[in-house]
């Protein structure tokens, strides 16, 4: 069965630093988001992607956060510079038509 | 906005019974999704619900929709303690890039073996 994957499954960064979170949605699926889930808390929309640009974004992106589809198949969350509150489980998801989406298992942000 | 608002909290149940959680959420939607998430894991869609129907199975799941009254119920039958984990209700409409999920804050269900 086709599979979200997302990498790595755990990142520990120093405050201040960038990450990059990186998902490879599945290939022929053409909407592809980011959430994020803190720890013990609800699953909270970050960003909506479709056709090369965003096309939704929640009041929690802002302008620290960024997503790129690189290369056709990469689709990457960059946060430039990290916040302790940045610290949650981020999911990758895509979806390909009218139906649920197939969410990738999380990459763990530890922010330092 | 909208939101999709599960209860209970928790449930702690025996294995054999039936688990039933509820969804309540706010505006219109396209769509109403639940979900589940084993603990540190990722989510696992489980079942879509379209806004025109209002039942649907799989497997040992049912899940019951009401427009009316903005809510929605999953029913696990013969729990096993393997389908211990927390559930998501998730509303879907039509945002301006296909289509906006957002998620309530789960049910943690609790199947004592």
């Known amino acids: 069965e086709p599979e979200v994957t997302q990498t790595p499954s755990h990142q520990v960064t120093q405050m201040g630093q960038e990450v990059i979170l990186r998902c490879v949605p599945i290939s022929n699926h053409l909407y592809f988001y980011w959430y994020r889930q803190i720890l013990g808390q609800k699953v909270e929309f970050l960003v909506s992607?479709?056709?090369?640009?965003?096309?939704?974004k929640s009041e929690i992106f802002d302008d620290q956060f960024s997503v790129e589809r690189p290369d056709g198949s990469n689709f990457t969350l960059k946060i430039r510079s990290t916040k302790l509150e940045d610290s949650a489980m981020y999911f990758c998801?895509?979806?390909?038509?009218?139906?649920?989406?197939?969410f990738g298992s999380g990459t763990r942000l530890t922010v330092v | 906005s909208q939101q999709g608002e599960e209860d209970p909290q928790a449930l702690s149940i025996q294995e054999g019974e039936n688990a039933t959680m509820n969804c309540s959420y706010k505006?219109?939607?396209?769509?109403l999704q639940w979900y589940r998430q084993n603990s540190g894991r990722g989510l696992v869609h489980l079942i879509l619900i379209r806004s025109n129907e209002r039942e649907k199975h799989s497997g040992r799941l049912r899940v019951t929709l009401d427009t009316s009254k903005k809510s929605s119920s999953l029913l696990i039958t013969a729990s096993r303690a393997a389908d211990t984990a927390s559930y998501f209700c998730?509303?879907?409409?039509?945002?301006?890039?296909?289509?906006?999920?957002?998620f309530g804050a789960g049910t943690r269900l609790f199947v004592k073996a």
């Open positions: 505006t219109s939607i396209n769509n």
């Open positions: 998801a895509s979806k390909g038509g009218d139906y649920g989406y197939t």
């Open positions: 998730a509303t879907q409409r039509d945002g301006t890039g296909g289509f906006k999920t957002i």
């Open positions: 992607f479709y056709n090369n640009e965003i096309s939704e």
